[in-house]
């Protein structure tokens, strides 16, 4: 029997818990579209991105706009140090807000962000996973946003992880955000009894085939198990949802090379 992890809460507290006392590499502070944010001056991607133009992934954000809605419940998977969490705190009102993050120095900065921000916001400093108990983590140099995962302990950093169902056994979530570098059809996977309690639920879902191709997934198998799965799959190309054949998304993908992605909006088939 797998052991339950306290209930999901739905009421407002208020605020979010009290993080620990963050000792570590040095954080900058910056003014951005979610509020101030503390981040890693070591960041060499997110950080001078948020310095020049103050908001990060506004495509996205755009996106995750079109699905707000009063009493929002948001769930932010691959939080890093919390930008999107903070900028649907200020921009829905009521919102309450789950956001994990596993890594060790952006999941504490996460935590110091959300309880700076006074705004409903619960951080886990856990990985979620399809059932997995332990993940490694890798980081890019100077990019803390490319995170990556594989099963087992395995290196220097090593994070815990399990399944959305049991972490928060009695969740409901209107609009979840997933962004954990290939590892999105695991997550999902791991929610399903969420999913279920959740009908109408939006997932914002990254598709990256460069990194779904470095475990040794098909992207467009990866794209057919969506569908099979039971979800409507569509995809945003600037700023506009349209429903396309799964080889011709990973084609589109695979003309910026390794870098191209696009997001997935995925919702349950009627």
Not at 56 to 62: K, S, T
């Given at each position: 029997m797998s052991r339950r992890l306290p209930s999901f809460r739905t009421s407002r507290p208020v605020g979010p818990a009290i993080p620990p006392p963050y000792q570590g590499e040095a954080l900058v502070t910056l003014p951005t579209e979610a509020g101030m944010l503390m981040i890693p001056a070591s960041d060499g991607v997110i950080r001078p991105y948020l310095e020049r133009n103050?908001?990060?992934?506004?495509?996205?954000?755009?996106?995750?706009?079109?699905?707000?809605?009063?009493?929002l419940r948001f769930l932010d998977v691959g939080a890093n140090v919390g930008y999107f969490s903070m900028y649907v705190a200020a921009r829905c009102p009521g919102a309450v807000i789950h956001a994990f993050e596993p890594h060790p120095v952006t999941s504490q900065v996460l935590a110091l962000n959300a309880w700076a921000s006074e705004a409903d916001i619960t951080t886990h400093a856990i990985a979620l996973s399809a059932g997995e108990r332990i993940v490694t983590l890798t980081t890019a140099e100077s990019n803390l946003g490319d995170t990556r995962a594989s099963v087992g302990a395995a290196g220097a950093m090593v994070a815990p992880a399990a399944a959305l169902d049991e972490v928060l056994p009695d969740a409901v979530f209107d609009l979840i955000k997933i962004d954990v570098q290939g590892f999105e059809g695991d997550t999902i996977a791991g929610m399903s009894g969420m999913l279920a309690r959740s009908p109408e639920a939006v997932i914002v879902a990254e598709f990256w085939p460069a990194a779904l191709r470095e475990r040794g997934l098909d992207p467009v198998v990866v794209l057919r198990d969506y569908e099979e799965s039971g979800f409507d799959v569509r995809v945003q190309v600037e700023n506009d949802l349209a429903r396309r054949k799964p080889r011709d998304v990973v084609a589109l993908c695979d003309t910026a090379g390794a870098s191209g992605q696009v997001n997935l909006v995925l919702t349950r088939q009627r």
């Open positions: 103050g908001d990060w992934e506004p495509e996205e954000a755009a996106l995750l706009t079109q699905f707000f809605r009063k009493g």
